[in-house]
């Protein structure tokens, strides 16, 4: 498997990243385990969580699968086999310190409670999991709406998080700083605000990416580019769409939708677009979910793409994916039906 450097750190990442955000709650917590052990053994060494997994987050879950990674770590004694990654919610959970915005005296205390519940004395990458002004990710870019943000206390904002971000680095317990759900303005003020203060610079940024959600090809790719900061791709199969389990109505018991009580990615557009690369997939003797991660690790700017899964069987499949190169006819079928299809979600 092949090893991706980490923005400008001294990482280096597999460009398989193991999600955890199911244990805890879809997964108990032998299971997780399970999914560590295959991981490792397929030879992954990146691991990421939150302080808000196990999802759908609630007082009940929140800080539960960080809680049983600190336990496999403390049952096996691996913690140097892995790059491990965590984040900060941004605010707005209420169950997480009443909903509060993060600042830096939140990042220090949510940092300290991860590194309890992981068992460890420092975090690989830490990151902020969404920017507390509003995001257009998920499905947030209908509502979206910049021009309301308060620029100088946003700018404030993330001076205070950086400056605490920055004690932490001096005092070993994280070694790198990103971001989750960022846009293009916010990056471009975390690196401008590192290099001004001599603070730590980001070396990663965390947003969704998949065949039916290609936001990050344009001016976030640009920055990528030019900037060193590589992008960590979550919900590479659309949370589950790209498989088809969700097409015509059907939600399978015990998956995402159905656990989650709705679905949001599934719309008519969306489902027109998932059947388009099933057939593709089909056509080419493929499965559809190794095509959808293997065309990931194709985009110039991908760090490492993020997979979960709530079977051992699901996940051997998805990291089996990096073994897959996508032909040419392939390729071209693909992009045929992303000018179709360009932002189906």
Known sequence: MKLKPLGRSDLR?????????TWGSQNTEAEGHAQIDLALDAGVNFMDTAELY?????????GRTEEIIGNWFQANGKRDSWI???KIVGG??????DGHRADGASVRVALEQS???LKTDYLDLYQIHWASRGSYNFDGSWTYAPHKQDTADTLANLEDMLETLGELVKEGKIRHVGVSNETTWGIAQWLRLAEAKGLPRLVSVQNE????RRHFDLDLAELSHHEDVGLLAYSPLAGGLITGKYFDGAVPKGSRADYQKGFWRLNEYSEAAGK????LARTHGLDVSQMAIAFALTRPFMASVIVGATSTAQ????IDAHKLALGPEVLAGIEAIHRQYPRPI
């Open 92 to 97: 707005g959970s209420k169950f997480i310190r």
């Open 276 to 279: 388009a690369y099933l057939e």
């Open 115 to 117: 590194l309890r519940r």
């Open 54 to 62: 196990a999802v759908p987050g609630s007082t009940q879950t929140s």
């Open 13 to 21: 990442v597999t460009e398989i990243c193991l999600g955890t955000m």
């Open 84 to 86: 491990l990654a965590s």
């Open 209 to 212: 990416y998949s065949l039916l």
């Open 315 to 318: 996940l051997t499949n998805a």
